[in-house]
């Protein structure tokens, strides 16, 4: 079965301000991104398993305009407050790489 | 068909672009050049401590070619959230590199400089007369949290960037600014509808970020009726309609509905389609007025820092690292009580690189696979003298505690640097993330005009 690594062309988190981490999975080609967004994989409670939050606290939207999930959590620690590891934010994506999603390629 | 263009040089002033980028843009005719030159991306610090992320030297060389540029073709430049975090002293700091440029390639220009630090005793009038909202699960701001701050910035909208150019001015430095306001407000004063004018400021925003490969460097964005078309000067660089659909999602909590002053982006129906082989057209969004208001930023004082950075590559201690860490903790813990240090005086991080340094509590993988371990060691205290104490008796317990089965008796650690301690001084921390409701746009951001001549 093909991992997120090997179907989407990006695959990326960043600040959404100083509070959330926002995290996108981007496709290039629409059809793959319908065949993606069809099983049903990417929700709510991948991201609550992946990194430990609760359901409720996750933010997803797809958004077919860009061929893209965006979903956004809020952050372990504020941007820059005792004990973060990440100021931008930008390292918090790798647990999605190998989230197997059943689509014939 | 009227159109508007616009030339964004990089996505934050300071980073670099390529000289012969601007040369190529300029040909185009911008009708307005510019950068936006800050965010709070780099963390609390910056706001606080009154300095740039970005260095003097790179700030200097971006604004020069800028500005003999926008002079010569008699075009407005204009810079958003001056000097990083556009504070008072970060919009001072701004202002001298513009006038000494000036004075060194004999310039002459009518200058605006845009204020966005709003007085204390106002903020609390505002605040107890209910004009303002918590974001982010943020208390509600009162007097105390205002008070205490260490700098409060408010967020300008497109008006201000209006009025300066009705002024006349010819050279805009703005203190904080909401990112895409500085190139909605020139579109929009031309006569540009609101929606495509607002979309495209959020695609110049950060230079040529909606283009691949995506480096800092320039991105002209051009505005006809209700579309826009953005392109990269550069040749090396395109646009496709999944460079700028990426951008589209950038530093936003949703990808459908971005929150500006006096109003509401949505993108829901964006299309993003091929213009030409370098160049995307992106139709679709609209512009919904909602009542107005303005973004409140402000950072505390949370303490002062030090740190100390250090390896092992000892697979006995790899192999237990987790029980080592709780006895370092205690060993620090005693030794401080020990010189008067209580512990609740202070606070000890331990990141573990080749752990879990990266993502902390996030991490899924919990098995160590690395022959070697980094840390950093963080301590804040109260001062710093404290901060000081107890992270070189922490440098000093990691090097020599001992452990089960131990061979590397004559230190556990291997330390890169003497000094070993970094002392990091002030540690600040948002405290402040509210909306506030203004009577006018303008009412926050007073507008200083000043004839520079040479």
Same mark, same amino acid.
């Given at each position: 079965m093909p991992k997120i690594r090997d179907i989407a062309q990006i695959c990326k988190s960043k600040n959404a301000g100083p509070f959330l981490v926002t995290i996108d999975i981007l496709f290039e080609d629409p059809a793959r991104y319908r065949a993606v967004k069809a099983t049903g994989v990417i929700n709510e409670a991948l991201f609550a398993r992946l990194y430990g939050v609760k359901e409720s606290d996750v933010l997803l939207t797809p958004y077919d305009s860009a061929n893209a999930f965006k979903a956004t959590l809020p952050r372990l620690v504020p941007a820059g407050g005792i004990g973060d590891t990440d100021v931008y934010g930008a390292q918090q994506h790798a647990p999605l790489l190998d989230v197997e999603v059943p689509i014939n390629l | 068909?009227?159109?508007?263009? +616009?030339?964004?040089?990089?996505?934050?002033?300071?980073?670099?672009?390529?000289?012969?980028?601007?040369?190529?843009?300029?040909?185009?005719?911008?009708? $307005?050049?510019?950068?936006?030159?800050?965010?709070?991306?780099?963390?609390?610090?910056?706001?606080?401590?009154?300095?740039?992320?970005?260095?003097? =030297?790179?700030?200097?060389?971006?604004?020069?070619?800028?500005?003999?540029?926008?002079?010569?073709?008699?075009?407005?430049?204009?810079?958003? #959230?001056?000097?990083?975090?556009? %504070?008072?002293?970060? =919009?001072?700091?701004?202002?001298?590199? *513009?006038?000494?440029?000036?004075?060194?390639?004999?310039?002459?220009?009518?200058?605006?400089?845009?204020?966005?630090?709003?007085?204390?005793?106002?903020?609390?009038?505002?605040?107890?007369?209910?004009?303002?909202?918590?974001?982010?699960?943020?208390?509600?701001?009162?007097?105390?949290?205002?008070?205490?701050?260490?700098?409060?910035?408010?967020?300008?909208?497109?008006e201000p960037f209006i009025k300066a150019l009705d002024e006349g001015a010819e050279v805009i430095l703005a203190g904080r600014s909401s990112d895409p306001a500085q190139w909605a !407000?020139?579109?929009?004063?031309?006569?540009?509808?609101?929606?495509?004018?607002?979309?495209?400021?959020?695609?110049?925003?950060c230079g040529a970020e909606p283009t691949t490969p995506k480096e800092p460097d320039c991105l002209l964005v051009t505005i006809r009726d209700d579309y826009l078309i953005c392109e990269p000067p550069n040749p090396i660089r395109r646009c496709t309609p999944l460079s700028v659909a990426n951008f589209a999602l950038h530093e936003n909590s949703s990808p459908i509905h971005h929150v500006e002053p006096g109003g509401l982006l949505d993108t829901s129906n964006v299309r993003f389609d091929i213009e030409t082989e370098r160049a995307v057209r992106v139709s679709g969004m609209s512009w919904t007025p909602r009542p107005y208001t303005v973004k409140l930023e402000g950072v505390e004082l949370a303490?002062?820092?030090?740190?100390?950075?250090?390896? #092992?590559?000892?697979?006995?201690?790899?192999?237990?690292?987790?029980?080592? +860490?709780? #006895?370092?903790?205690?060993?620090? =813990?005693?030794?401080?009580?020990?010189? %008067?240090?209580?512990?609740?005086?202070?606070?000890?991080?331990?990141?573990?690189?080749?752990?879990?340094?990266?993502?902390?509590?996030?991490?899924?993988?919990?098995?160590?696979?690395?022959?070697?371990?980094?840390? *950093?060691?963080? *301590? $804040?205290?109260?001062?710093?003298?404290? !901060?000081?104490? *107890?992270?070189?008796? !922490?440098?000093?317990?990691? =090097?020599?505690?001992?452990?089960?089965?131990?061979?590397?008796?004559?230190?556990?650690?291997? @330390?890169? @640097?003497?000094?070993?301690?970094?002392?990091? %001084?002030?540690?600040?921390?948002?405290?402040?993330?509210?909306?506030?409701?203004p009577k006018d746009p303008c009412e926050l951001f007073p507008i200083e005009y000043e004839t520079v001549r040479n």
């Open positions: - | 068909m009227k159109e508007y263009r +616009l030339l964004s040089t990089s996505g934050i002033l300071g980073y670099g672009y390529a000289e012969e980028s601007l040369r190529i843009g300029m040909a185009r005719e911008p009708h $307005v050049i510019g950068a936006d030159a800050g965010s709070t991306d780099p963390g609390p610090f910056y706001l606080g401590n009154g300095t740039s992320f970005t260095s003097r =030297l790179a700030v200097k060389r971006d604004l020069r070619l800028m500005l003999i540029a926008a002079r010569a073709a008699k075009i407005p430049c204009i810079i958003g #959230t001056s000097g990083g975090a556009g %504070g008072e002293p970060h =919009l001072a700091w701004q202002a001298e590199i *513009v006038r000494e440029i000036a004075r060194e390639e004999k310039l002459s220009f009518k200058m605006a400089l845009i204020h966005a630090e709003p007085d204390r005793e106002d903020l609390v009038a505002r605040a107890e007369a209910g004009l303002t909202k918590p974001l982010a699960n943020m208390p509600e701001l009162d007097a105390d949290r205002i008070r205490r701050a260490k700098r409060i910035v408010a967020m300008m909208g497109p !407000a020139a579109a929009i004063r031309a006569g540009m509808q609101p929606a495509p004018s607002w979309y495209a400021g959020k695609m110049l925003e303490g002062y820092r030090a740190i100390t950075i250090c390896g #092992t590559r000892d697979p006995v201690l790899i192999s237990q690292i987790d029980d080592y +860490l709780d #006895t370092h903790r205690a060993k620090v =813990l005693a030794k401080a009580a020990a010189f %008067g240090v209580s512990p609740d005086s202070y606070t000890m991080v331990v990141r573990t690189y080749g752990k879990d340094g990266v993502m902390a509590g996030w991490e899924p993988i919990k098995q160590i696979t690395s022959h070697e371990l980094g840390f *950093v060691i963080e *301590v $804040v205290a109260q001062d710093q003298d404290t !901060a000081n104490a *107890v992270i070189a008796m !922490a440098r000093t317990s990691m =090097l020599h505690a001992d452990f089960p089965e131990r061979l590397c008796k004559e230190g556990n650690m291997a @330390f890169p @640097f003497s000094p070993s301690d970094i002392e990091l %001084g002030p540690m600040y921390q948002f405290s402040v993330f509210h909306t506030l409701a």
